[in-house]
Nanobody, 120 residues
């Protein structure tokens, strides 16, 4: 099992910045992809950004150029630096981790979510 603890959400004005962090603990051997999804009120959960163990990143078109995902593999921690925030970025942000067992079995883990509100 992998436990995920998120931090860094909050209220910010449009144009501001926030940094989210997510630390993984427990059975962290085999963690491959780490990243963030988000869910706005009344909408489906969607990809924000992910980063592979090798450093390959994937971003939603709506956040490209404004968000940066990174990870500290030694600390099993993933970050999301969010700049130039817009009201439409308001959502609950969920940490996401994929772990592959020695047998190649994939398990997805989700954090409890952290609220990000962009409003003046």
């Amino acid at each position: 099992q992998v436990q995920l603890v998120e931090s860094g959400g909050g209220l910010v004005q449009p144009g501001g910045s926030l940094r989210l962090s997510c630390a993984a603990s427990g059975s962290t051997v085999g963690i491959s992809v780490m990243g963030w999804y988000r869910q706005a009120p009344g909408k489906q959960r969607e990809l924000a950004a992910t980063v592979s163990r090798g450093g390959n990143t994937n971003y939603a078109d709506s956040v490209k150029g404004r968000f940066t995902v990174s990870r500290d593999t030694a600390k099993n921690t993933v970050y999301l630096q969010m700049n130039s925030l817009k009201p439409e970025d308001t959502a609950v942000y969920y940490c996401y981790v994929v772990r592959l067992s020695w047998g190649g079995v994939r398990t997805d883990y989700w954090g409890q979510g952290t609220q990000v509100t962009v409003s003046s």
